[in-house]
């Protein structure tokens, strides 16, 4: 029995596998033309030959050197994040890992190593999985480069980051993130692509890429599937 294709979002037959339908995908808030080149959130105006950066990365130093995300984080292209993170929708993450690898083609190079931000082990019993890592595998497919799925751990258990503010949460992640010392020689000298789901303040993947300059990574870029923007 061969079932018929449907839209990842409303169920609705589609022509082709893995897809939105023509209004889901006119509903979803595709990143596209001038972006910040630290974290990839839509900028007004026009790309052109120099990088351009949003308030946010002004404001906060970001260690990683360039990011981009495949959605704004509002209407469908939220719903798809939780529906991925929250419920039993593993199937989105062919396509969201297809809009990534999209979105990162800019700055990617042919030695990256992509790597997911960890879960602690904790949350992962409870989640039974890490979205991240779901989407960090499906780059490292559509792209053909590597990925390591345990390059970094979280040995420390660190509070909810919901209702604190940017400070707050860069200063509860501090030192949360490690390499594994297992995975170090992998990592030494080379560039790192860092995804995850969704970047909020960035506290995370700063974390992240602290962690990755410390153990020696030559470069390090991120990628989220969705950007939380000031309009979203
Ligand atoms: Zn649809
Ligand atoms: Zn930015």
């Not at 939105?20 to 979803?28: A, E, H, S």
């Not at 509002?74 to 979105?103: E, F, I």
């Not at 989640?127 to 499906?138: E, I, K, S």
């Not at 153990?215 to 990628?223: K, M, P, Q, S, T």
């Amino acid at each position: 029995m061969v079932y018929p294709p449907r839209c990842i979002s409303c169920g609705t037959m589609v022509e082709s596998d893995f897809g939105l339908c023509g209004p889901c995908w006119r509903d979803t808030p595709f990143i596209s033309g001038l972006v910040c080149d630290a974290c990839g959130t839509q900028l007004p105006g026009q790309a052109g030959p120099v990088p351009e950066y949003c308030d946010d990365c002004l404001a906060t130093a970001r260690p990683w050197s360039r990011g981009r995300s495949a959605l704004r984080y509002r209407d469908n292209g939220r719903r798809l994040v939780l529906a991925l993170k929250h419920g039993d929708r593993q199937d989105l993450a062919r396509p969201a890992a297809n809009w990534m690898a999209r979105a990162a083609q800019p700055i990617l190079r042919p030695d990256t190593l992509i790597a997911p931000v960890p879960l602690h082990w904790l949350r992962m019993l409870s989640r039974r999985f890490n979205q991240a890592a779901v989407l960090a595998q499906g780059v490292a497919r559509e792209t053909g480069l590597d990925w390591c799925p345990d390059l970094l751990t979280r040995p420390r258990r660190t509070q909810s980051l919901g209702g604190l503010d940017r400070d707050a949460r860069h200063a509860t992640l501090d030192g949360a993130i490690r390499v594994n010392p297992r995975r170090a020689g992998r990592l030494c000298g080379r560039d790192i692509l860092i995804v995850d789901d969704v970047m909020t303040s960035g506290a995370t993947l700063s974390a992240a890429t602290q962690a990755c300059h410390a153990a020696g990574a030559r470069d390090v870029c991120i990628l989220t599937l969705a950007r939380v923007g000031k309009d979203a």
